[in-house]
């Protein structure tokens, strides 16, 4: 059986797989992921550093603090070092300070949050930001009733909450993992729903967001995501790829005409070599060797990046990534393609090779 070679630039660590994100971190030494480290053995919290977003190094993996899981849970920047927030049994939020060599300490040792307020029967995922003037927490919640909705909190202190209310709900839908932020004068809630990525582009006063519209976000193979603003002030996307346990490629976010749109991030460029061989893309389809591996929305110029067995792709005018696996041969190094809607159909525009760096 031939060997499937191994992805340059999709980070998964040594042994194991990447599960659900928690955030990334900036510091002056660059960039920190925290993730979910899925084994054969024992759950644990993982966390990598890059200097540039698209190399990463794997740092040591601790245990996950207290009883609970921390799957979609979310990691600030605390007065003390690194501090994550996550979910235990019946609804109840904790947190957990890092330590050293990879470790994690429940701090404090109780939850901070006992369980959901009066008319939710669920809830879980905190995501935890600052405001401006204090800090926010947003969860999602089932309501009584068999509604879905996103509850807020807010606290000085990280460690004292106050229930604000439910900010956004919606009738007959299943939420989880909220990400809110200001993006090109509107406000984006992302959330997963159901094996979906979707996101809401809108306003947020505080206490309520009001979406003008929802969209797709996450296509094929893309798992939760999480946001960040990079060393020059862009606001980025990472993705959990589900069945290949990896960290997507970095994405740059935008809001155009009510569409969340991704972009490949910059500092890609220096490690791409163009030409997908056998990779092809007209009509929202992208085929593998003559097979269909994704379906996107049709569209603009679209733009395909493989690496080993991954392929990502955006397609021009259209919300949000898709994410497939090549089912053909595969080559090393990271490809790129960029496909145009000429009438001649599929036209494979990334012939010509460049040496990788």
Not at 36 to 52: F, I, K, T, Y
Request: hydrophobic residues 40%; contains cysteine.
């Amino acid at each position: 059986m031939e060997r499937v070679p191994r992805p340059r630039l999709h980070f998964t660590p040594r042994a194991g797989r990447v599960g659900d994100l928690f955030g990334v971190l900036t510091s002056a030494e660059g960039y920190h992921v925290f993730y979910e480290h899925l084994s054969a053995d024992a759950p644990a919290w993982g966390r990598a550093a890059s200097g540039d977003l698209i190399v990463w190094t794997e740092q040591a993996a601790g245990p996950p603090a207290g009883d609970g899981s921390a799957r979609c849970g979310t990691v600030v920047n605390g007065p003390d070092g690194p501090v994550l927030f996550h979910t235990l049994a019946g609804g109840r939020v904790a947190r957990a300070a890092a330590g050293p060599g990879g470790s994690w300490q429940s701090d404090p040792s109780g939850p901070l949050l006992g369980g959901p307020p009066s008319g939710v029967t669920e809830m879980s995922d905190p995501y935890v930001w600052w405001a401006g003037t204090n800090w926010r927490m947003l969860l999602a919640g089932a309501l009584r009733g068999g509604a879905a909705g996103i509850l807020q909190y807010h606290s000085a202190d990280l460690l004292n909450w106050s229930y604000d209310g439910v900010i956004v709900s919606r009738d007959r839908a299943a939420w989880s993992c909220p990400r809110l932020f200001p993006l090109d004068n509107s406000w984006v809630l992302i959330l997963t729903a159901g094996r979906e990525i979707t996101y809401g582009v809108g306003n947020y006063d505080g206490m309520h967001f009001t979406a003008r519209a929802w969209g797709t976000f996450g296509r094929g193979d893309v798992g939760p995501i999480v946001t960040f603003v990079d060393a020059a002030g862009r606001r980025c996307a990472l993705a959990r790829l589900g069945a290949q346990g990896a960290l997507s490629l970095p994405w740059v976010l935008s809001v155009r005409d009510d569409r969340l749109i991704a972009t490949p991030h910059p500092n890609l460029d220096p490690y791409l070599i163009s030409g997908a061989t056998g990779l092809t893309a007209a009509g929202g389809e992208v085929r593998d060797h003559g097979d269909l591996i994704l379906t996107m929305p049709a569209g603009g110029e679209t733009t395909v990046l493989a690496d080993a067995e991954i392929v990502e792709v955006t397609v021009e005018g259209v919300s949000g990534l898709g994410v497939a696996r090549r089912t053909g041969p595969t080559v090393p190094g990271v490809r790129f393609a960029r496909f145009g809607a000429a009438p001649a159909g599929l036209a494979d525009l990334g012939r010509q090779e460049k040496p990788g760096p």
